[in-house]
């Protein structure tokens, strides 16, 4: 039977076998976790918080974010903020989730708490007791009036609200029911044939829907365990590599860009590794990463695409033995993938046009935003926002955001077709093509780079490399080197307003 609530995707695992594990902590078993879980539903309706009501959770990365998000979502609706938010922003997201109560840790957070007096929203406290099993805890606080609905979350209820990450408007607030998230972990799990003795290490934010859905509650639904790190850390990863010896791990390209450049110090740990398999997702997985990827590691990379509004999973590529083609996200993975045209019919193989998807995964719609769910849920799909296409066996490609395309005088560019050009140059460690504003043309294509340690190349080499290989319009006008290149919370690299960043706006 498949779950359609948190409650039931913890029957999964058998009592003795863990759930949560933490580096340098004992672990916390699957009866520890649905006895946490039930304790943790009574403790709230005590307090006066049921089903569909909002609790914001400002937490450390760690098996309490972890637990925490399973334990309360199983009874109300959880509300992950980023720890590293200031007051301001802490403000904003807290008014406009229209939270119950906050839920911070002994450690607290005086931005949060600061937002939280301003707006006089009752702060609960969580307590981990000494030697605790990891993610084990208890709740502290005042009652904050009557719960309305008490008991277990049932499936049509809100089990998780995220806000998108609105990079050019409003952020639009994402409700995700317990019938989606349950969905999407069961996906996860059935396309990595995750099974109870699989173990995953989680170094991806979890206040992020890649973290919770991808490596817990997919791992969870399967009666498998996660050991939850305290976030990510290139020099830390292969000490945990020995300590948790997972047989996954799931992040960001640009994470597993800075696992790959410690590789040749760690080459005992990756010998000792016993990886059934690493995904990636979130963002474009360059080719040249996924193949230095799978030679270090000796296991598959399978990349996989997401987006919130999912509750994460769309597509994914498949295990060995079938096919993984480099720069494809994969087939369907979960819920009905298309690709449509403008007016809304349905596209042939290998046509380009807007990524399409429905399923039971899928958001019923964005909360109190009648504009922005016209124009994302319409012919009966859920417009993902990607231009893309897919191929007679099913495999989509991503050929950029349509916000991101690049419109040179009428010209239009697909950003990542340039940053695939541009990294199969020897000298370049890291690409993120952008839309540069130009006074004539209306934008100019820019490109900001990172050099492999010890390589050098001038802005003139990589252009001329780039022009036997891309057509004239296509060749970035600026480059600009830098260390890093700026990424988002979640360590997404970001395309929309970097030219600003950077400097290079009119």
């Not at 409700?175 to 003795?197: C, D, F, H, M, W």
């Not at 042939?348 to 899928?362: F, L, S, Y």
């Amino acid at each position: 039977m498949t779950a359609s609530t948190l409650t039931e995707l913890l029957k999964a695992g058998a009592d003795k076998d863990v759930a949560l594990g933490a580096p340098g902590r004992p672990g916390l078993t699957f009866k520890g976790l649905r006895d946490l879980t039930q304790r943790t539903i009574d403790r709230l309706n005590a307090l006066g918080i049921g089903r569909n009501d909002r609790v914001a959770i400002v937490l450390p990365n760690g098996p309490e974010m972890a637990s925490a998000f399973v334990a309360i979502g199983a009874g109300a609706t959880t509300a992950p903020l980023n720890p590293a938010y200031r007051a301001e922003e802490f403000e904003f997201y807290l008014n406009d989730l229209n939270a119950r109560a906050l839920l911070l840790d002994d450690a607290g957070s005086p931005a949060a708490e600061a937002a939280a007096a301003k707006l006089k929203l009752p702060i609960l406290r969580l307590k981990v007791a000494e030697g605790a099993a990891a993610g084990d805890f208890s709740i502290e606080g005042q009652a904050v009036g009557e719960a309305k609905l008490k008991g277990p979350a049932q499936a049509d209820d809100v089990a998780l609200v995220l806000h998108t990450s609105g990079t050019t408007s409003r952020p639009k607030i994402v409700p995700l029911s317990q019938r989606n998230v349950t969905a999407s972990a069961g996906n996860i799990a059935g396309t990595l044939s995750l099974k109870s003795e699989d173990s995953c290490l989680n170094i991806m934010p979890l206040f992020h829907i890649h973290g919770l859905i991808a490596a817990v509650l997919s791992s969870l639904s399967a009666g498998a365990s996660i050991t939850c790190t305290p976030g990510f850390n290139a020099l830390k990863f292969f000490a945990w590599l020995d300590e948790a010896k997972p047989s996954w791990y799931t992040a960001v390209p640009t994470m597993h860009q800075a696992i790959l450049g410690r590789a040749a110090r760690n080459e005992d740990s990756i010998k000792r590794a016993k990886l059934r398999f690493i995904r990636s997702s979130s963002s474009s997985l360059p080719p040249q990463v996924m193949a230095e990827a799978e030679a270090t590691f000796g296991c598959p990379v399978i990349e996989a695409y997401g987006m919130t509004e999912a509750a994460h999973q769309m597509a994914s590529n498949p295990l060995p033995p079938k096919a993984r083609k480099p720069g494809s996200v994969g087939i369907a993975a979960g819920p009905d993938v298309a690709i449509m045209s403008l007016d809304g019919s349905l596209l042939k193989a290998n046509e380009t046009g807007e990524i399409v998807i429905r399923g039971a995964n899928v958001t019923a719609g964005y909360e109190s935003n009648p504009k922005a769910n016209d124009e994302a849920f319409a012919h009966g799909w859920f417009h993902t926002g990607d231009q893309g296409t897919m191929d007679e066996e099913g495999y989509v490609r991503i050929t950029g955001r349509l916000k991101e395309i690049i419109n040179r005088g009428g010209e239009k560019i697909s950003p990542r077709e340039v940053d695939e050009v541009l990294m199969d140059h020897p000298a370049v460690q890291q690409v993120v093509t952008f839309a540069m504003p130009h006074d004539k043309l209306g934008e100019e294509v820019a490109a900001a780079i990172v050099l492999r340690e010890g390589h050098q190349a001038s802005e003139r080499e990589i252009r001329d490399f780039a022009s036997g290989r891309l057509a004239d319009f296509k060749v970035p006008r600026k480059l600009v080197f830098l260390e890093e290149i700026p990424k988002g919370a979640t360590g997404k690299l970001q395309r929309i307003g970097l030219a600003a960043k950077l400097g290079l706006g009119e």
